[in-house]
DNA sequence: CCATAGAACATATCAGATAGGTGTGAGGGG
DNA sequence: CCCCTCACACCTATCTGATATGTTCTATGG
């Protein structure tokens, strides 16, 4: 089996005990335990492993870490639905260990969207398209507040908006792998804005073609054209991306 | 800022000493250390936080669980290159909590393939196309020993090369965000081929059909033909598609 | 029948101690 | 003078035991 332990690393070494509840519980939790369920309680766990409270802790806190318990105090861990945050942190990481990171993330991303624009118009429920059309309206309004100059707060809403539109998209494809992964990418998306914001507005002209353009993804999720939906994504797709490189590429020039 | 927490959860509740230690150590380390770096003793991160030493540990036990270090017995954790079996581990809890997990994964995979072929063909470096070029020959090897009938040792073999093929065009991309998720993407994949080989043999007869659509994407790809690569790879998908969900119906149906 | 105060249980965190793996530097041999 | 070796200092692994605090269940009194 490949190796997918808990602190699996370079080196070879005997497992320590906390590692080794650490995997069994991964086990259990993943073939026995539904999102939602209770695991025993450490003083269980300890017993049945035969090793101190301490050390079931510790394994129990590495699952925490990986995403699969959730602790409140005072009750047992819960196992939770797959977290997005914890895949957010390694892409980040990613990201900002790769001078070309935030382009690979936007050239996958490209794909994806085109992917999900398309399945969303073929299955999007209604309140998936509400929630597209939610995202939209927000965009609208805080375009119209950022529009008349200095609005930093404004404009930091437009592209939260921004962020929200696609993301609805993601949802309404239906596809649970792409909703989960489009919204890990949000995190690394969301810091290159805050980064971008130091040089200068990004997008400043752009504020009007951006809801333009989605809006006619948006019709075309409506109409439940899935032609016109992946063409209108990856247009505006290929216009977002030569905004970005040129304005790092700006940006870096000024740092 | 987006709740990417340690253990970030439905309910909201003071975060405990460990999580906000865990949560400044993360900022850290993806903020001022490289992969290879090591952090600080537990026993100065704890006199720093003003906490206990055992507080301290579980902070780094679920920095650990979420792949960000790696502990080695007696010497300080070491930062670590983003490790995609966290995430894989992520990707078999959505599998196997959704009747249509699998699908979805797959849905996606198409996407992601059909662009890292043809960035493959673009960019791929000699050592690339040699990795893609080795998965070839395992795979012809084992579909020789397969061929002749009952040899499951070798039919696995098979499918592990296939999944090596695949997996070293997302390599070759040269995008680390596709080869990341690629990576963790073959875990679940795996395991359905497990599942899958209880009832029957997969593809029994298609292992031929399968080396030669392998064939045609390594050709485009050698030959720099980006959108040959994307195509072959669109067909081969497709059809490895439909056999897989007409297996897994069966499948079902024997269930 | 319902509300509420404890009791019972669970986690959070600390202190202190032992065991055993790692790395380093002092000192001896070549 | 260089290299090897071994003891010591440092570090993590794990345990025991204790206190604090939050949650859940239950029995009792209104």
Redesign the interface.
């Known amino acids: 089996m490949?190796?997918?332990?808990?602190?699996?690393?370079?080196?070879d070494?005997p497992l320590?005990a906390?590692e080794r509840v650490?995997n069994e519980l991964?086990e259990i939790i993943?073939r026995d335990l539904?999102?939602g369920a209770s695991i025993p309680s450490e003083a269980d766990i300890a017993s049945r492993f035969e090793v101190s409270r301490?050390t079931v802790?510790?394994?129990v806190?590495?699952?925490?870490?990986?995403?699969?318990l959730?602790?409140?105090?005072g009750r047992r861990a819960v196992v939770?639905e797959?977290?997005s945050?914890?895949?957010?942190?390694?892409?980040?990481?990613?990201?900002?260990?790769?001078p070309k990171?935030l382009f690979?993330?936007i050239?996958?991303r490209m794909?994806?969207e085109?992917?999900s624009s398309g399945?969303a118009a073929k299955r999007a429920s209604r309140a998936g398209v509400q929630a597209i059309d939610a995202a939209m309206r927000d965009m609208r309004a805080s375009a119209a507040e950022a529009a008349d100059g200095e609005n930093p707060e404004a404009e930091a809403r437009f592209h939260e908006s921004d962020l929200q539109f696609h993301e609805a998209i993601a949802m309404a494809s239906g596809?649970?792998?792409?909703a989960?992964?489009f919204e890990a990418m949000?995190?690394p998306l969301?810091e290159s804005f805050v980064m971008s914001r130091r040089g200068q507005t990004l997008r400043g002209a752009g504020r009007v073609e951006t809801v333009e353009a989605h809006q006619a993804i948006l019709d075309a999720i409506r109409a439940g054209d899935q032609r016109a939906a992946v063409d209108a994504m990856r247009a505006h797709l290929k216009s977002t991306e030569l905004d970005i490189r040129s304005h790092l590429a700006s940006g870096v020039a000024a740092a």
């Open positions: 490949a190796r997918s332990d808990v602190n699996a690393g370079p080196e070494y320590t906390a650490a991964t993943l539904a999102p301490l802790r510790e394994a806190k590495m699952l925490v870490g990986r995403g699969l959730h602790i409140g105090r939770r797959p977290d945050s914890v895949f957010a942190a390694l892409l980040v990481s990613i990201v900002r260990n790769d990171g690979d993330l050239e996958l794909a994806m085109s992917l399945l596809n649970r792998v792409i989960f992964i949000a995190k969301r």
